[in-house]
């Protein structure tokens, strides 16, 4: 399985440091600047697991996780923001994120293990449908 990942963030220097951080730990990564951009890349490229910063231009990332939702259900959404607040956190859950990480970040471990969860998610399923594939020739 490709480990595709899509980062979503308007700041460049936050947005560049993170794709290079996951395409050291062997991922193949994709920036966009803002949700309008992610959903353009997005119709183009299955996306496994979405990092979206909240806080962005044009479409926000509450909107960008609203559309995914609707249109990609199957990815898994990690939202980060600097502005720390229940109302965020909340909405991020309502919305169907797989979580909400608070930047500044300390180390990136916090945010790795939700992508490395994300990343199980997709395996898990994909295992239980080549189980079902097995199963279908059968009695």
Known sequence: MTRRILIVD???PIRDSLARHFRLLGMETETAMDGED???KLAKVPYRVVV???MMPRLDGMGLLRQMRK???MTRAIMITG???LENALSCMQKGADTCIF???QDLSELDQAVEDA???H???ERKLLELRGMKGRP
């Open 38 to 40: 992610a959903l353009e």
């Open 83 to 85: 502005y720390v607040s």
């Open 119 to 121: 990343f199980a998610f």
């Open 103 to 105: 930047k500044p970040f």
């Open 123 to 125: 395996e898990r399923w």
């Open 71 to 73: 249109e990609y259900p």
């Open 52 to 54: 979206s910063d909240i």
């Open 10 to 12: 308007d700041e460049a």
